[in-house]
């Protein structure tokens, strides 16, 4: 199966079924499939041939979904560009790629310049159906640009194979044809295109489209069009949390949200299960391979869950060995979802892709039940006086203070220790708390050496373009300050 087979076959079983909802319109499945169609043989009309690719810069929208899938059919790659990224990191991904085609909103136009541009999708309603080749599964489908904290985004390639097979994993986890997905993450992004597009259109589900994150709207929409099913960033779920304490909505058509993107606090899932009567599965997983560990058979708040069926996860040390149970090592993963490597990057792709396992550079414990629980990253572990200290753990304990909004966790450079720990954090408003008392309840928490020394407080803590807070951000200000 390819992605453009995968919308042909969701059309033939459920013609008039609706595919996508956004405002006030719909497309059914035959009108998306009819559409993406043509306008996959406009593309191939413009000279452009299977291998090329097109660039989206758009928000959450009906051309949004028509250029993906009729990409897909036209055997193009898609280059999805975040609607957040700026000018500069725009114009790399468009050479990087080699872009022979971008489009883009018209509202975000003038960000994007460097190859033909489109700010509109051509009539193509009236034309005849072309006859399209089928895509080979092993072709590149996707080049999916990481956020790059530490250097220049990566372009994430995954295959119609790796793609489907995400789909699948997604289907086995419950997302399918029996529910109303609410698309409130961008498409542009893993979560939304993995958790959300991708096994709605596999599985013959109506996915109702948010074209930028309003909590007021989401919970809006989650009672007017009965959503079953979501998954969000923990940032956008600590908003949906405190809008629905503000304003209470008839949200009982939910039967299943992920959190995922971050580390999502017990004190939130506690709070989320309160309010909307059913529990936060938090997971993991990122772009290069989702889905990879989720709470989905059952659920222990505060783990990221078992590892999902028909995905391997292993926990090693820095030998490569598994390292025991209970032992902090990196998350490696073997998945069919898995990526093929980063584009135009040899020497990347041969760090991360090791003998078949993917390194994830991310740190993890297993317990004795399976269950994993996220230590963080491996270049912002805390290492205080030869003691590792997890960032998240910290965080973690600190977000279960009634008066904590937003918490981020740093190490700082320490002549005596290595390192120590310093804490930023965004209160409540209208709720007071002094840095001593936010000490002294780490401190009934956590172990003395995990304490931080110092807390800082912010208006709000900055965060990145998929919302999790920047650690490299909060370090530039423990510096100037």
């Not at 509109?120 to 034309?127: D, I, Q, R």
Request: negative net charge.
């Amino acid at each position: 199966m390819n992605l453009g087979s995968m919308l042909g076959a969701a059309a033939a079983r459920n013609p008039q079924k609706p595919a996508v909802i956004c405002g006030e319109e719909q497309l059914t499945y035959a009108e998306l499939d009819r559409a993406t169609t043509a306008l996959a043989g406009w593309f191939l009309d413009q000279g452009l041939k299977p291998g090329d690719r097109v660039a989206i810069h758009w928000q959450n929208s009906f051309e949004l979904v028509k250029v993906l899938f009729a990409s897909w059919k036209a055997g193009l790659i898609v280059v999805p560009i975040n609607v957040r990224f700026k000018a500069p990191e725009i114009a790399y991904i468009l050479e990087h790629s080699g872009a022979a085609l971008c489009f883009s909103q018209p509202h975000l136009a003038h960000m994007a310049q460097g190859c033909p541009m489109h700010s509109a999708l051509p009539e193509t309603g009236s034309a005849s159906m072309p006859v399209l080749a089928e895509p080979d599964p092993d072709r590149p489908a996707a080049i999916q640009y990481t956020s790059g904290t530490t250097s220049r985004p990566k372009g994430v390639t995954h295959t119609h194979r790796t793609l489907c097979e995400s789909a699948r994993l997604m289907g086995l986890m419950g997302v399918d044809g029996s529910h109303t997905i609410l698309v409130m993450t961008s498409i542009m992004h893993a979560s939304g295109l993995i958790c959300d597009l991708l096994p709605a259109v596999l599985g013959g589900a109506t996915a109702v489209l948010v074209p930028a994150f309003d909590p007021a709207l989401v919970l809006d929409l989650i009672e007017r069009r009965r959503a079953t099913y979501t998954v969000g960033m923990p940032i956008m779920l600590q908003f949906m949390v405190e809008e629905q304490a503000r304003k209470p909505r008839d949200i009982s058509s939910l039967r299943f949200i992920l959190g995922g993107g971050d580390s999502v606090s017990t004190a939130l899932q506690e709070r989320f299960q309160s309010l909307f009567g059913l529990p936060l599965r938090e997971g993991y997983g990122m772009t290069e391979t989702l889905p990879v560990i989720f709470n989905v058979r059952s659920i222990r708040a505060g783990s990221i869950g078992h590892a999902v069926d028909g995905v391997e996860v292993r926990i090693v040390g820095l030998d490569g060995a598994d390292v025991r149970e209970g032992e902090i090592g990196e998350i490696i993963v073997r998945s069919p979802a898995s990526f093929i490597g980063y584009w135009k990057n040899p020497q990347a792709t041969a760090d991360t892709l090791i003998d078949g396992w993917l390194y994830t550079g991310d740190l993890a414990r297993r317990d004795a039940e399976g269950y994993f629980w996220f230590e963080g990253r491996k270049k912002q572990i805390i290492i205080r006086g030869g003691s590792n200290i997890s960032p998240q753990e910290v965080e973690g304990a600190l977000y279960e203070h009634p008066a904590v909004l937003e918490a981020g966790v740093i190490g700082w450079p320490d002549p005596v220790y290595g390192e120590i720990v310093v804490a930023f954090v965004a209160l409540r408003e209208g709720m007071h708390a002094p840095a001593e008392e936010l000490r002294e309840f780490a401190r009934e928490r956590l172990s003395d050496y995990k304490v931080p020394e110092r807390v800082m407080f912010l208006p709000e803590l900055p965060k990145g373009i998929t919302g999790k807070v920047q650690r490299r951000a909060l370090k530039d200000m423990a510096a100037s300050a």
